[in-house]
C-alpha cells in the first residue's frame, strides 16, 4: 500500500492558533534566518505535540542545545525565557530542542535534518566573505537571496522533511530556587548566597573568586 499524499504542513502551521507569529520573533531577534525560522517551528511542533498553549501555560520548559537564532523563537513562541527560568541552555553545538511539560511529565525532542542549502561548502564560503566584510554587492545580495529562501522553505517546509519529533523520558528539571542575597566580602556587590564561593576565609561572589569582575573605569 503506497497512498500518494500530498502534505498539508503549510495550511497545519498557518492554522495554529498562537497569537505570536514569526513577526514577532523577527522583531525580537532583529533579523530573518534560517536559524530563527527553525526554532520557530520547533516550538510551536513541540506545543502541539504536548498540547501546551501560550501564554496561559508557564508549565513547559524548554532545553535547547545550541545558543544560536532559533533560541529567539523559542522564547517568543513557546514564552520559555531565560528570565523565568523556563529555558536552558546546553550549547553543545546541536540544532535539537527539548521540550518538558511540568503539567503531565511529558517532553518531545526536536532535531533537524541537514540543511542541503545552508550547510554546504559554497554556501559556508559565501557567509564567511559577506561576514569578514569581503563580499562585492552581487555577492552580498546572492547570499541574502539564499538565506531568505532556505528560511521560507524551513517555514513552510512539511515537518517530517525538515525535523525529527521524538517522545522522551525525563526527569522534571530543576525549578529556579529563591536564593538568600549575602553581600560579596570583596567588590561589596549583593550576591545570591548559593551563588558564592569561600577565598580566604572570605565569602565572595564567583567573578571575584574568578578574577573576572569587571573593572571600574576611572
Ligand atoms: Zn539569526
Ligand atoms: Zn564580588
Do not use: W
Not at 170 to 193: H, L, Q, Y
Amino acid at each position: 500500500m503506497h497512498e500518494h499524499e500530498h502534505d498539508h504542513g503549510h495550511h497545519h502551521h498557518q492554522n495554529t492558533p498562537h497569537a505570536v507569529t514569526f513577526d514577532d520573533c523577527i522583531r525580537f531577534h532583529g533579523h530573518s534566518c534560517p536559524g530563527l525560522a527553525s526554532g520557530y517551528r520547533a516550538a510551536t511542533a513541540a506545543m502541539e505535540a504536548l498540547g501546551v498553549v501560550r501564554p496561559e501555560d508557564e508549565d513547559l520548559v524548554a532545553i535547547c542545545e545550541t545558543d544560536a537564532c532559533g533560541v529567539d523563537a523559542i522564547q517568543v513562541i513557546a514564552g520559555t525565557t531565560a528570565g523565568k527560568g523556563n529555558l536552558i541552555i546546553h550549547d553543545y553545538g546541536k540544532h535539537a530542542f527539548t521540550f518538558y511539560n511540568r503539567k503531565d511529565g511529558k517532553a518531545v525532542r526536536i532535531t533537524f535534518h541537514r540543511n542541503e542549502q545552508t550547510e554546504t561548502g559554497d554556501f559556508s564560503a559565501l557567509r564567511a566573505k559577506v561576514f569578514s566584510g569581503k563580499a562585492t554587492a552581487e555577492e552580498t545580495e546572492e547570499f541574502h537571496k539564499l538565506m531568505h529562501k532556505a528560511t521560507v522553505k524551513v517555514l513552510h517546509a512539511p515537518a517530517d522533511s525538515i525535523m525529527k519529533i521524538e517522545k522522551v523520558t525525563m526527569d522534571a528539571p530543576k525549578k529556579a530556587r529563591i536564593f538568600a542575597s549575602v553581600t560579596c566580602e570583596c567588590c561589596g556587590e549583593s550576591v545570591a548566597d548559593a551563588k558564592t564561593r569561600q577565598v580566604n576565609g572570605k565569602r565572595v561572589c564567583i567573578p571575584c573568586a574568578e578574577g573576572t569582575h569587571p573593572e571600574k573605569k576611572e
